[in-house]
């Protein structure tokens, strides 16, 4: 593989590979794949033995594979001829003499299982967890800028988004017009399917838009993010058009001032759990708080580890992308949610979003 840029990460995980007593390695995640080799494509294996990486792509992605991965091995199949990939698996692991085969517990099929084991019956196949995932917790200089820039590229389309919110407007409409300013503002895509709660459907922490027309007045959750060159961001804020209710507004500014604990507390050496902890504690002064976990890191897959979550025994180190959203849900009434995506640096944390933190109230 001619980049050097990914050639060192191979280099690294070929370390990690020889510390969990395995030969190769197989990954069908296209996550995993890209930050391995820069491959963009899907549906097909990266072996890695020898310390080489080897791309098994069936002809809609040769070309691809060649453009993304420059000197990187690629093997074509025929995708109408079964199972031919695993020939190709075989062949290369039989090659190298490889006895103890990593593959992802968690993210290979167990019919593709099954065949693997089947063509490969003088190997051992082991069980691994997380392997390239841990390598991914420290974002580099040159993730950090994607990461950054998809905040910014959000940040436009949200702000674009608002001078056409208003009520009457559906869910799905600001959903349509928000995916349209991200394109418009050159982002490559959304980095999940947008999450928009308006009024009682607010307290669906994970609502995706309807019909439901908004009313003058009433919170909507909006939980977006967009994708540039891989990475993604991930914010959330709540806006009205027309002044909320005082139950509202003050339960708001309680969740804004548990919010900015959380991010304050965010630093190098810190632990996860005390994080989420100290943030569902200033919620329960006022008799607040939320069911799901407080964060998760971000990276090229949406939902990243480590997470902020009473189980976590995780320590933050530089380099680390954490969100930071806690919510206060009222079920049938009303939900709300603030949520900050930061790099965790030295000596506290870097937002990638500029976006203010108040309730967004249009009029």
Not at 11 to 28: C, G, R
Not at 150 to 158: I, N
Not at 294 to 307: D, K, Q, T
């Amino acid at each position: 593989m001619k980049n050097q840029y990914y050639q060192k990460r191979v280099v690294q995980f070929a370390e990690i590979m020889d510390k969990a007593n395995i030969d190769a390695f197989l990954t069908m995640a296209p996550s995993n794949q890209r930050y391995l080799t820069g491959f963009t494509g899907d549906e097909c294996f990266l072996l890695i033995v020898a310390g080489e990486p080897h791309l098994i792509v069936d002809s809609r992605f040769t070309t691809q594979a060649h453009e993304d991965s420059p000197g990187l091995d690629v093997i074509e199949h025929s995708s109408s001829e079964g199972n031919q990939w695993v020939s190709a698996v075989a062949s290369l692991l039989a090659k190298h003499h490889a006895h103890w085969v990593g593959f992802e517990r968690e993210r290979i099929p167990f019919a593709q299982l099954e065949t693997i084991q089947a063509a490969t019956a003088f190997a051992t196949l082991a069980p691994t967890r997380n392997l390239v995932e841990d390598l991914r917790r420290a974002k580099d200089a040159t993730e950090l800028e994607s990461i950054q820039t998809a905040g910014h590229l959000a940040d436009t389309a949200f702000r674009a988004m608002l001078t056409h919110f208003k009520a009457g407007m559906t869910e799905n409409d600001v959903d349509a017009e928000l995916e349209y300013q991200m394109h418009k503002a050159g982002a490559l895509g959304t980095a999940f399917p947008t999450i928009v709660g308006s009024g009682p459907r607010g307290a669906i922490s994970h609502a995706m838009p309807t019909s439901r027309v908004i009313q003058k007045g009433e919170p909507v959750v909006v939980d977006f993010g967009v994708q540039y060159q891989g990475y993604l961001s991930d914010c959330t804020r709540t806006i009205a058009d027309g002044e909320p209710s005082k139950e509202i507004v003050d339960t708001y500014a309680r969740l804004r001032v548990a919010q900015q604990v959380g991010v304050s507390m965010v630093r190098a050496g810190v632990s996860s759990r005390a994080v989420d902890t100290a943030v569902r504690a200033k919620l329960a002064e006022d008799g607040l708080g939320f069911g799901h976990g407080l964060g998760h890191s971000v990276g090229l897959e949406i939902h990243e580890n480590p997470r902020f979550s009473p189980y976590s025994d995780a320590t933050l180190v530089p380099g680390y992308v954490m969100t930071v959203e806690p919510g206060v849900y009222v079920a049938n009434h009303f939900g709300m949610r603030i949520e900050d995506t930061v790099i965790v640096r030295e000596d506290g944390c870097t937002p990638i979003t500029d976006l203010g933190k108040d309730l967004v109230i249009t009029r």
